[in-house]
Nanobody, 116 residues
Framework: QVQLVESGGALVQPGGSLRLSCAASGFTFSTNAMRWYRQAPGKERELVAFITSAGLGTTYAESVKGRFTISRDNAKNTVDLQMNSLKPEDTAVYYC?????????WGQGTQVTVSS
């Protein structure tokens, strides 16, 4: 019954911004760290951003540092990814991820395409 639902993916021009959101249910959201991953065609899935359960600590992939910001609202059971200064190489399917009782759960993914 763990559910993760991403939204917000779209086609955007280079240099533009986009905000992704993940709605979580079926577990105690406030006690779990959350992650955003992405996967481009022909490439391995990579960790983009990480946030601790209380939202006090964050980690980013080197390629997105200074451009992306992960945040969470434990009252609403959501985790967001603000994406600024987007580049074509950011094009990928973005996934929300949670580790719950030693099992990984994934959303369905949302497509982000950066192109002129």
């Amino acid at each position: 019954q763990v559910q993760l639902v991403e939204s917000g993916g779209a086609l955007v021009q280079p240099g533009g911004s986009l905000r992704l959101s993940c709605a979580a249910s079926g577990f105690t959201f406030s006690t779990n760290a959350m992650r955003w991953y992405r996967q481009a065609p022909g490439k391995e899935r990579e960790l983009v951003a990480f946030i601790t359960s209380a939202g006090l600590g964050t980690t980013y992939a080197e390629s997105v540092k200074g451009r992306f910001t992960i945040s969470r609202d434990n009252a609403k059971n959501t985790v967001d990814l603000q994406m600024n200064s987007l580049k074509p190489e950011d094009t990928a399917v973005y996934y929300c991820n949670a580790l719950v009782l030693f099992r990984n759960y994934w959303g369905q993914g949302t497509q982000v395409t950066v192109s002129s």
